[in-house]
């Protein structure tokens, strides 16, 4: 029995050694991957520094690419944020014409997909030009206003227009409009033909 017994403590020592090193050795494994955060650190900052590298020459190129020009005669910029430009004009009337533009999702190749599978064509031969939708709102100093939606022509149609004597027509296409304080809704199908009558009438 006695040696039962010291057996048993025997290996109860082992087990609490064994323990012991165990123990040190979890509290040492941490200093063992430090060389590997320190790679990955090294990493990250790599990754950073061409990510800060390739936005460097992004803004560049944007800005050897843009032209910078002012609102047309009597308008003033009222909002600018982003990619979202509002312009006004006020008349001696006191009514107000704001025109809104957003070019955010505007800008989109003209060629179709049969033309840009075509390797033999290079990019320059469809530039990337933004078609903002318009928002044109006239307000009269009662609060009354109407607004008009509107969109600019496609490159195709562009061409149809300056092909043939369109001289007269827009270059932009009214799509919707809205009213503003005004009772009841109305359809004007002779909108453009008599204008004054109409902006008269509200």
Known sequence: MSRFVARVLYGTRLSFANTRIVGTYLLQKPNAVKPL????????????????????????????????????????????????????????DGVLVDIEINLAGSVSPSASEDDVSNTERTTDEFPLEAHPDLRIKLTKPSGRAVIFNCSLPSRDVEKQLSDGDTSDLPTYSVDSVEMERVSGYFVYTDLFDDHDGYFSSF
Request: charged share 25%; net charge positive.
């Open 37 to 92: 955060t320190f790679t990955s650190r090294c990493f990250s900052s790599q990754v950073d520094r061409q990510f800060n590298q390739f936005l460097t020459n992004e803004i560049k190129q944007e800005k050897e690419n843009s032209f910078s020009c002012s609102p047309p005669k009597g308008f003033h910029i009222v909002k600018s944020d982003g990619c979202e430009i509002v312009i006004r004009k006020e008349y001696n």
